[in-house]
């Protein structure tokens, strides 16, 4: 167990202006900026085509869409991420 936790070491990642202490490996800490920059630019896009909301509304809306196109990687990314973000759009705005 004391080697795994050598193993490890803290990263902070910021979400959407807030920060988030994660444990990672070598290995993940070198893909986290990556991540955390898709994450990110993935919430502006949101933003710009989904003013009304807020911010747990885009990270829901990153969530609901990064899950989903992991559980359908044949659909073309482009047009699966406008359809899913139109689907989970409707359903937010049925809630309001």
Request: aromatic share 4%.
């Amino acid at each position: 167990m004391a080697e795994q936790e050598k193993s490890t070491k803290r990263v902070t990642v910021v979400i959407a202006g807030r920060s988030y202490p994660v444990k990672a490996t070598e290995a993940e800490a070198r893909i986290i900026p990556s991540i955390e920059k898709k994450i990110n630019d993935q919430i502006m896009k949101i933003q710009m085509s989904y003013k009304d909301l807020d911010m747990q509304d885009y990270l829901s809306m990153v969530l609901l869409t990064n899950v989903l196109s992991n559980n359908n990687p044949e659909e073309s990314d482009t047009d699966s991420v406008s359809e899913k973000l139109d689907q989970i759009n409707s359903l937010i705005e049925s809630k309001i």
